[in-house]
């Protein structure tokens, strides 16, 4: 079981946890919501729970929840621009089908 | 696929209800926008990079108008069609555009209200429609790097405007569609970019010198609202003023005319501009002058020389900051921290003459040119609910007046819309008829002149006031609004002690656009309001006289007026009655003026009286 972050994407998330001034790190989860039954959550993490998994990428710890990980498992995130627009994106391995912009997804 | 951005924690939002929240500077010469992106605010840039956007709109016949660089490119070319400096003149009348006719080259033409607009190729614009247009260009650019539409969006004001001046940027704010949350004032939005609002109190001193204003505020932080204690400035001091002293400079060096050809001048000043940024990094610049024969002048501006040309512009704010500390009852020693806004703050002198203003190192970290924006949208983010509640900020205001109603149906207002809470203000008023032992307060909202255009409230009563005459009973009326808008009224008569009082919210069941319509109307019924309130005032003072006398006669009538003296007084009393319920002020108060001719003797007779009866019975000895 593993998540990976691009090296990008880390020095994104480590800019914005200085900025904030606290913080252990990002959380992904996936929650039931959404047009297409599942969504992403990208949160800051101010504690980790003890069935929290901590993967470290490039020094920044991404923490997962057990049960948000079985839908996660090889997700890779990244950090990229598109037009004006800038941000996070998973390529997670396990979606079987996305809405038509990829905020929700199906497993 | 889409792109995320990290949310606080337990903040994230279902996909596709993203709160895309922005600040908005609306600037005199640059506009900017800005938004918080996993949790970083910064400013938002163009296609090629630009964050500050020219308030620049050029309107051509047939076309869509532009905005920004492009407009301001074609300014020179196309002065008449090409709109700069629009702020000042939002909200202003056709009159106050008139006066500051000298400083703005464009044609203008009276609208509805007296509202100017102003002649383009493309037709009459107003102020507000210039506005929208630059709005309406930061919209486009914000929606494109946030991906998706706006919810809610804060612009800031300069904190010395007016309501009208205010209620026009938010008309240019709806007029290009955005979702307008709140104005914030320029200072305050600084203050927040430095989170000063997480501090538990504060004064602190905003020195804002941009390109051709310049402006200084001290705000007082109390529980999280940021009051603007005092405001000073100039709205003709800024980095263009140095860029003239230093052109002129560099034309004299070189020998050449400063009124020679307006091309060369208009090169000047751009170099001028170029090497003043030069100058803040670097401890001497390298200038040029072409001549008009084409010869070459070489010089070097060093940093000495440069101070010299512009320290006379930068002396010239040292008399508004002390203004504005006298104004706010505080010495330098008083503030906590300075703020520095404004492009020109950048220049090393600037930031020294600062310090020595205010004995205290100003803040500096974030780039000068952005920090209102970037306030703006952290107060965006929070107010459109992407924060954890406990870092709501307070900065509110309360949307209409509070008052009580008064005799003849009349508003007294206590707390002056606007006010920012919490807010207490007490009033004291006083009884209206001989032994009046109860008062009943009706607590109203609104900015009319009469309780029937008002909202009510609450009603309550104070009981338990001790019988006197009247005029001689003291009841303070407080009006307490709390962090949460929730109102409190409480009445105590101040010889007795009796209390009542009563809690109320306020804001409660009023959409915005009810609170807009009573606004509207204050405004529109201003006159017949002013003058239904002479009337009431004089019916009101008349029925008091008319209580009064008739109390009196009843009283001495008969020992102290023969019977041709009372039946005088009772004939012009009966006047009086007779014009009290008309509608001519003027004859109400003739019918009290007459009335109070005629029973002059008779006061007189009652007080020797009184006094007789005072003294008899005591000797003279005693009073000694």
């Known amino acids: 079981m593993s998540i990976t972050m691009t090296e990008r994407a880390a020095e994104h998330v480590r800019k914005s946890l200085v900025h904030r001034g606290k913080g252990e790190g990002l959380r992904l989860g996936v929650r039931t919501s959404g047009c297409s039954g599942k969504a992403y959550v990208l949160e800051f993490a101010d504690s980790i729970q003890p069935d929290d998994q901590v993967f470290e990428h490039h020094g920044v710890k991404v923490i997962v929840d057990q049960k948000s990980l079985a839908f996660l498992d090889g997700t890779e995130l990244d950090y990229g621009k598109e037009g004006l627009n800038e941000g996070f994106k998973f390529t997670n391995p396990n979606v079987k089908g996305e809405c038509g912009c990829g905020e929700s997804f199906t497993v | ?624």
């Open chain 2, 1 to 624: 696929m889409a792109l995320l951005q990290i949310s606080e924690p337990g903040q994230s939002t279902a996909p596709h209800l993203h709160r895309l929240a922005v600040g908005i500077d609306l600037g005199t010469t640059n506009s900017l926008v800005a938004s918080v992106r996993s949790g970083i605010a910064d400013t938002l840039a163009d296609g090629e990079g630009r964050h500050l956007l020219p308030s620049v709109v050029r309107y051509l016949k047939g076309a869509d108008p532009v905005v920004g660089d492009v407009a301001l490119a074609a300014a020179a070319d196309d002065p008449l069609n090409t709109i700069a400096s629009v702020k000042r003149i939002m909200g202003r009348g056709i009159d106050d555009v008139k006066t500051l006719g000298g400083t703005l080259p464009y044609e203008f033409a009276p609208g509805e209200s007296g509202m100017p607009r102003i002649c383009t190729a493309a037709g009459l614009y107003s102020p507000v429609e210039v506005s929208a247009e630059i709005l309406r260009s930061l919209k486009r650019r914000a929606e494109a790097s946030l991906g998706g539409d706006l919810s809610g969006v804060v612009i800031t004001v300069p904190a010395y405007f007016d309501d009208s001046q205010r209620q026009a940027t938010k008309d240019a704010g709806r007029l290009a569609g955005l979702p307008v949350l709140r104005l914030l004032n320029e200072p305050t939005a600084a203050a927040v970019a430095y989170g000063l609002d997480r501090k538990a109190e504060g004064v602190f001193a905003i020195y804002d010198l941009g390109g051709g204003t310049f402006d200084i505020s001290i705000l007082r932080l109390n529980r999280g609202v940021f009051e603007v204690l005092a405001t000073a400035g100039d709205s003709a001091l800024g980095g263009d003023d140095m860029d003239h002293a230093i052109a002129d400079w560099m034309l004299r060096q070189a020998g050449v005319g400063v009124s020679g050809d307006p091309h060369g001048a208009r090169r000047a000043l751009r170099d001028a501009r170029a090497a003043k940024h030069v100058l803040s990094q670097s401890a001497q610049a390298a200038v040029c002058v072409t001549r008009p024969d084409g010869s070459v002048w070489h010089g070097t501006l060093a940093r000495a020389e440069f101070d010299a040309l512009v320290n006379p512009i930068i002396e010239r704010t040292v008399a508004p900051c002390r203004r504005v500390m006298r104004d706010a009852a505080i010495t330098a020693a008083d503030i906590s921290e300075v703020v520095l806004v404004g492009g020109s703050t950048r220049m090393p002198r600037v930031r020294e003459r600062a310090a020595t203003i205010f004995c205290r190192t100003p803040l500096t970290d974030i780039d000068p040119d952005r920090v209102v924006a970037i306030g703006a949208a952290i107060q965006a983010d929070i107010l459109i609910g992407n924060k954890p509640s406990d870092e709501m900020l307070l900065l509110d205001v309360i949307p209409l007046s509070l008052g009580i109603e008064i005799m003849g149906g009349m508003v007294e207002k206590i707390i002056a819309r606007n006010s920012t809470i919490p807010i207490a203000k007490a009033q004291d008023f006083t009884t209206f008829k001989d032994g009046q032992t109860a008062m009943a307060i009706h607590v109203v909202q609104g900015d009319r002149e009469l309780v029937s255009d008002c909202r009510s409230l609450a009603r309550f009563e104070l009981r338990g006031i001790p019988p006197m005459v009247a005029g001689a009973g003291r009841i303070r009326v407080t009006f307490q609004i709390d962090a949460d808008g929730l109102l409190s009224v409480s009445a105590q008569e101040q010889t007795s002690g009796a209390a009542s009082s009563v809690v109320v919210k306020p804001s409660y069941g009023l959409s915005d656009a009810e609170i807009e319509r009573m606004l509207r109307d204050s405004i529109v019924h201003a006159r017949e309001d002013n003058d239904a309130r002479n009337l009431r005032e004089q019916q009101v003072d008349a029925d008091r006289v008319v209580a009064a006398l008739e109390s009196a006669l009843a009283a001495d009538g008969d020992a102290l007026l023969s019977a041709a003296e009372r039946l005088e007084i009772e004939h012009k009393l009966s006047l009086l009655r007779s014009v009290r319920d008309g509608t001519d002020v003027a004859c109400i108060r003739d019918g009290i003026d007459t009335l109070d001719r005629a029973t002059r003797e008779f006061a007189a007779r009652r007080m020797d009286a009184g006094i007789r009866k005072a003294l008899s019975g005591h000797r003279l000895d005693e009073f000694g």
